[in-house]
């Protein structure tokens, strides 16, 4: 069994900050790249930042300037810190992470139940 709690979210005012953070657990030999996503009403879901096991990044370029992706491989846990929030970052914000269960298993996808994100004054 594999599990990905998130944490972190919450109502915040515009120009605001969250940090969302997401813990990995249970049978996991390896976790490549880890990432969030995020999916507003009426849209499909969207990929707002991801980082590699290496630590390189891609950032959405909605975001970019304002979010900021890392991640504590000892921990298998990754953290997207929000900043300058607007109303439209206005989501329900999904963790992911691409992991090995065994050293000789493939590499499959795995993602958390999500926690809502709203933007509003």
């Known amino acids: 069994q594999v599990q990905l709690v998130e944490s972190g979210g919450g109502l915040v005012q515009p120009g605001g900050s969250l940090r969302l953070s997401c813990a990995a657990s249970?049978?996991?030999?390896?976790?490549?790249?880890m990432g969030w996503y995020r999916q507003a009403p009426g849209s499909t879901r969207e990929l707002v930042a991801r980082?590699?096991?290496?630590?390189?990044?891609n950032v959405a370029d909605s975001v970019k300037g304002r979010f900021t992706i890392s991640r504590d491989n000892a921990k298998n846990t990754v953290y997207l810190q929000m900043n300058s929030l607007k109303p439209e970052d206005t989501a329900v914000y999904y963790c992911?992470?691409?992991?090995?269960?065994?050293?000789?298993?493939?590499?499959?996808?795995?993602w958390g139940q999500g926690t809502q994100v709203t933007v509003s004054s």
């Open positions: 992911k992470a691409d992991l090995r269960r065994t050293y000789n298993s493939g590499v499959y996808n795995y």
């Open positions: 249970g049978s996991i030999f390896s976790i490549n790249d």
């Open positions: 980082i590699s096991s290496g630590g390189s990044t």
